[in-house]
């Protein structure tokens, strides 16, 4: 009985170790930014389609100005910042997500629907789009966000 439960505790040890370990090298890395800007009036229908949803306030994303009413297309222009990263964990990440800081001229980030997870020891892409108006300049500050077993982690990068 004696050496069962010798063994049960050198079994334990390990298990707080393994998982100890595993924890504390899980590290998503940011490898490249980068960012493209796109006129609102080239791409008109989805201009329209986040007026219509900020007016009736059924906007997926997150709106920074409340009680905006936007104007015409003319004025804005979207942002998609890329970020590329690598899971050096042995872990896969359960979910990523990409949050733009905003800045004045900042009217809303579209949400992403699709869930976006990393595999272990894998390189992969994450975008966010920023709708914002014409004299903005494009530098933000963006925050990656990632769970690994359901316990979030957070990297902080820079565009521009």
């Known amino acids: 009985m ?20 595993l924890y504390m090298t899980a590290s998503v890395v940011v490898t490249a930014v980068g960012m493209t800007a796109t006129e609102a009036s080239v791409q008109q229908a989805t201009f329209d389609k986040l007026k219509t ?55 809303l980030q579209m949400g992403n629907e699709q869930a976006r997870a990393l595999s272990a020891n894998a390189t992969g892409d994450i ?8 004299e903005s300049t494009p530098v933000r500050e963006l925050i ?6 359901g316990i979030p982690f957070t990297v902080k ?4």
Do not use: H
């Open 2 to 21: 004696k050496i069962i439960a010798i063994l049960m505790v050198i079994a334990l040890v390990a298990s707080v170790f393994g998982v100890g370990y």
């Open 53 to 107: 949803d900020v007016a009736q306030s059924s906007l997926v994303g997150t709106l920074f100005q409340s009680g905006v009413e936007l104007g015409e297309a003319e004025a804005y222009q979207f942002y998609t910042y890329t970020v590329r990263l690598r899971n050096g964990c042995m872990l896969s990440c359960d979910m990523v997500e990409l949050q733009v800081t905003p800045r004045e001229g900042d009217v």
């Open 127 to 134: 975008s966010a789009t920023v709708l914002t108006t014409v």
């Open 157 to 160: 990068t820079t565009y521009g």
């Open 144 to 149: 990656i966000t990632y769970y690994v077993w």
